[in-house]
């Protein structure tokens, strides 16, 4: 039968603007988040991670905040540019070398 | 920047015929994945590989999937008879064990079954 693709959310900013994207995880024993960025047809490509001991974490141009009591993860980029713009999954994983467990995603398109 | 390659990029195959999907994981990674996205859907764990041996696998990987490292380079995904809804993109994927979680992907394979 024909399959029906998940509705994602979409955020739009001028260029230039700060995004916020959110994330909600569903495992409270999970002890390590990170970012993916993905561009049409392409694989995921590493943003930014956080392990549960911390609650904010800076690379460039992007932070990444942790809500351990809310079980909320949110990635902000910073004066956003056109080459922004993909699909962002945030991961939750436990342990040491234990699969990764994705997000629906964010689509984020950044506007000229 | 080392990198996962992963081959073919797209691969079209009749229902019912065998698929090896191969990857080069990056250079002294221990640890390998293969996760799956069909199109328009979030990306799905399919296993985990360990020195040697599974780790972990989904509910996805059933009887019909396996996973080989045939020498010191490449991580191969089998299908043994492919089905239409195993139609996706095959993501391999490493890490390595010194420097923390971060799982690094290849650019996919596109998996067609018609």
């Known amino acids: 039968g024909e399959s029906v693709g998940l509705h994602l959310p979409t955020l739009s900013v001028q260029e230039g603007d700060n995004s916020i994207i959110n994330c909600a995880y569903s495992?409270?024993?999970?002890?390590?988040f990170i970012w993916y960025k993905q561009e049409s047809g392409k694989g995921p490509q590493f943003i930014i991670d956080i392990r549960s001991n911390m609650d904010k974490r800076q690379g460039q141009r992007v932070t990444v905040l942790l809500n351990k009591t809310v079980k909320h993860l949110s990635l902000q980029i910073a004066a956003t540019q056109p080459g922004d713009s993909a699909v962002y999954f945030c991961a939750e994983g436990q342990g040491y070398g234990n699969k990764l467990v994705f997000g629906a995603g964010t689509i984020l398109r950044v506007k000229s | 920047e080392p990198e996962v390659t992963q081959t073919p990029s797209h691969q079209v195959t009749q229902m019912g015929q065998e698929v090896i999907l191969r990857c080069v994981p990056i250079?002294?990674?221990?640890?390998f994945y293969w996760y799956r996205q069909i199109l328009g859907q979030k990306v799905e764990f399919l296993v985990s590989?360990?020195?040697?041996?599974?780790?972990?696998k989904s509910e996805i990987f059933d009887d019909q999937f396996s996973v080989e490292r045939p020498d010191g380079s490449n991580f191969t995904l089998k299908i043994r008879s492919t089905k239409l809804e195993d139609s996706a993109m095959y993501f391999c994927?490493?890490?390595?064990?010194?420097?923390?979680?971060?799982?690094?992907f290849g650019e996919g394979s596109w998996l067609t079954v018609v």
């Open positions: 590989f360990y020195n040697n041996e599974i780790s972990e």
């Open positions: 495992n409270s024993a999970s002890d390590y």
């Open positions: 250079s002294n990674h221990l640890y």
């Open positions: 994927a490493s890490r390595d064990t010194y420097s923390g979680n971060t799982i690094y």
